[in-house]
């Protein structure tokens, strides 16, 4: 059973930056696709970005420009790098991972995904 874990989240200034960390065990994360999501209170779970197994890379048009994604295999961890942050960003994020028919490219909607981690809090305020 594949196990994810997310950490870095916390409390940042509007403007601020931090990158999450989504560490697998079980099974080398290298083999899926990737993907992150974010669920603010009262509001829907929404796909933030993905990364294919072979590192083909998708974003949200929310977060295009101020996120990247990336993978460290030999830490079997994906990161989330997300910069400008601003209030409407304050969130639990998940990471999930996937298995793409496509090694090459990735979706960020919910339903391919199989495994999810238990979340880390963003929280964006002054």
């Known amino acids: 059973q594949l196990q994810l874990v997310e950490s870095g989240g916390g409390l940042v200034q509007p403007g601020g930056s931090l990158r999450l960390s989504c560490a697998a065990s079980?099974?080398?994360?290298?083999?899926?696709?990737i993907g992150w999501f974010r669920q603010a209170p009262g509001k829907e779970r929404e796909g933030v970005s993905c990364i294919s197994s072979r590192g083909g890379s998708n974003y949200a048009d929310s977060v295009k420009g101020r996120v990247t994604i990336s993978r460290d295999n030999a830490k079997n961890t994906v990161y989330l790098q997300m910069n400008s942050l601003q209030p409407e960003d304050t969130a639990i994020y998940y990471c999930a991972a996937a298995s793409f028919i496509d090694h090459n490219h990735c979706v960020y909607v919910q339903g391919p995904y199989r495994y999810w981690g238990q979340g880390t809090q963003v929280t964006v305020s002054s």
């Open positions: 079980g099974f080398p994360l290298n083999y899926y696709g």
